[in-house]
């Protein structure tokens, strides 16, 4: 779903860039109340291992692959301000240096695989969260319908912005027809990916899901045929809080498994907006541009000077991952540093 240079005209990626830097700036406002002493250390774990994860491009039809776009999990994981810094500091990461994603197309990337898959599975999730049970596989379910629907909503996103702005004349009831058609089955597999990511998590730390806050419904008991709230029982004294070490060790090691080992063996086929752009004949002036970071040493996910390929791909992914990791954290407990100052002066 990375939109390169030349997919979109200059005055549109603009407004779209200042759009997305709004986005940013709101959340950045927004993610100050969700980035708590248990959310500021997996935040930028979160953004990490989305980096890793879209590394693993799956087959969805004959010659076309799909990736994780990663807002459902981001938005039910640390919420939905900190999901949208998260993958923005994810898709700068790919511009910048992997040049994955047109840097001119920077704005139009996070609007629409950060903004819009954000809000729509957001939104959606906690609409479900109101009917289904609260439970656990309540929120499992929710985040699966979530993450469903927030990737052809991203598709739908894109082309709407291509009929404004899109640099060749083709026919947009075609690219739109085309682009929900492979993105829902994309999907698919995002929905797959983030409902058992969640439900790992939850297995073992439901309190660090953001999404599963009041997860436990109140006991009810059956007086004359009718079920009612049970009274509730006197609250033991709070245990101390458990420290996230160990969730944010072993969610490093996964990142950076899945992106040195596992990646090797991702699917080679173009992804859904790739496939579409070549068969409909909107990346035509594509190829006009050059990528402002192609020279750049880890550029198509290689490191340069490397030549077996296997090795080449595996400690760039690792090294995506550790760089993700560490400007995610960085920004995230500096956002995190800048509440507690404000909570501090508001008590003074």
């Known amino acids: 779903m990375h939109v390169p240079d030349g997919f979109i005209n200059a005055p549109v990626s603009a407004a779209a860039g200042v759009a997305a830097a709004a986005a940013v700036a709101v959340s950045l406002r927004g993610a100050r109340k969700e980035l708590d002493e248990k959310v500021a250390p997996l935040a930028g774990l979160v953004a990490a291992f989305v980096f890793a994860v879209q590394m693993l491009n799956f087959p969805v039809a004959a010659g076309t692959s799909g990736h994780l776009l990663g807002g459902a999990l981001a938005a039910v994981l640390v919420g939905p301000w900190t999901g949208v810094l998260c993958i923005a500091v994810v898709l700068l990461m790919q511009g910048v240096l992997f040049a994955d994603g047109g840097l001119t197309a920077l704005g139009v990337n996070i609007t629409v695989m950060g903004v819009v898959t954000v809000v729509v599975a957001h939104l959606l999730f906690r609409g479900l969260r109101l009917v289904l049970p609260r439970t656990r596989g309540g929120v499992t379910a929710a985040t699966f319908v979530a993450a469903l629907v927030s990737v052809p909503a991203s598709a739908a996103a894109f082309t709407l912005i291509y009929a404004v702005g899109g640099t060749t004349d083709v026919p947009i009831g075609k690219v739109l027809t085309a682009m929900l058609g492979v993105h829902v089955l994309i999907g698919i597999g995002e929905a797959v990916i983030t409902a058992l990511t969640v439900g790992a998590v939850l297995a073992v730390r439901p309190d660090l899901v953001h999404g599963a806050r009041g997860l436990t419904a109140p006991l009810k008991l059956r007086v004359d045929g009718e079920l009612v709230d049970a ?63 192609a020279d750049s040493p880890l550029a198509d996910y290689g490191v340069r000077g490397v030549d077996s390929a296997r090795l080449s791909g595996g400690l760039a992914g690792v090294i995506g991952v550790g760089v993700t990791l560490a400007v995610g954290t960085g920004a995230f407990w500096a956002v995190r540093r800048r509440r507690a100052a404000a909570e501090t002066g508001a008590q003074v």
């Open 231 to 293: 009274a509730p029982a006197e609250t033991p004294a709070a245990p101390a809080p458990k420290s996230p070490k160990k969730v944010w060790i072993g969610g490093v090691v996964t990142a950076l498994v899945l992106a040195g080992v596992v990646s090797f063996y991702a699917s080679a086929s173009p992804d859904g907006l790739e496939k579409v752009a070549a068969d409909q004949g909107i990346d035509a002036k594509a190829e006009e541009y050059e990528h402002a970071t």
